[in-house]
C-alpha cells in the first residue's frame, strides 16, 4: 500500500507527505483510546495499521470509535491471530519501539517499507520478541528516571520522524 492521501505523489508538494508505506504495528494494545488516536495518526499519514492478537478491548469498543472519530471508517487495519503469526508475515525493515533500545530514535535509519511495532501499554513489547529482534529496537530519548512515553505519542514521534527522513533523504530539513 502506497499512502494514498491527497498530499501524497511522487514528486511531494512543500509541505506535503513523501511515498511510503509505513506500516504501525500495536502488539497486544490495552487501552482503546490510544488505539483510536493511532489509527487517526495512520489514516492522515497514509501508514497501514497493524494490531496483534489479543486485544485489551473489542473493536467495537466507544471509546476506540470515539477517539479513532470518522477516520476509523476511512483505515482498513490488518489483524494478526497472535505474535507468531504476524511474525511470519514480518518481512524488510522494521523497528521495534521500546524504553530500552540499542538505537536511538536520532540515529536510527527509517526507510519507506518499514514496520514501526509498538507494545501495550501495560507491558510494553513482550521480552521474548525483543530478544529476537534485539538489533531492530528503538528508543526515543527521555530524561533519566522517566518510565516511558504514552504509545500513541511514541507512534507520533516515530512516524514522524521515519517521514521525515524518507522525505529528505535522512537530512535535517531546510528551514524557511
Excluded at 492521501?5 to 511522487?10: F, I, T
Excluded at 519507506?112 to 529482534?133: C, K, N, T, Y
Amino acid at each position: 500500500m502506497t499512502a494514498d492521501c491527497e498530499s501524497v505523489s511522487p514528486e511531494p508538494a512543500v509541505g506535503g507527505l513523501p511515498r511510503h508505506r509505513l506500516r504501525v504495528v500495536l502488539v497486544q494494545p490495552d487501552i482503546p483510546q490510544n488505539t483510536g488516536n493511532i489509527a487517526r495518526l495512520c489514516s492522515v499519514t497514509g501508514a497501514q495499521l497493524h494490531l496483534v492478537r489479543p486485544l485489551g478491548f473489542f473493536l467495537s469498543d466507544a471509546r476506540l470509535r470515539r477517539s479513532g472519530m470518522d477516520y476509523w471508517q476511512k483505515l482498513n487495519p490488518v489483524i494478526h491471530d497472535d505474535l507468531p503469526a504476524f511474525e511470519q508475515q514480518l518481512a524488510g525493515g522494521f523497528h521495534l519501539f521500546t524504553s530500552r533500545g540499542r538505537t536511538d530514535l536520532w540515529n536510527a535509519e527509517f526507510t519507506a517499507d518499514d514496520w514501526l511495532i509498538f507494545g501495550s501499554e501495560s507491558s510494553g513489547l513482550p521480552q521474548d520478541f525483543v530478544r529476537r529482534h534485539a538489533a531492530g529496537t528503538v528508543k526515543i530519548p527521555m530524561c533519566s528516571g522517566e518510565r516511558c512515553l504514552n504509545v500513541s505519542t511514541a507512534a507520533g514521534i516515530a512516524v514522524y520522524t521515519a517521514l521525515r527522513q524518507i522525505k529528505y533523504g535522512g537530512q535535517k530539513a531546510a528551514t524557511v
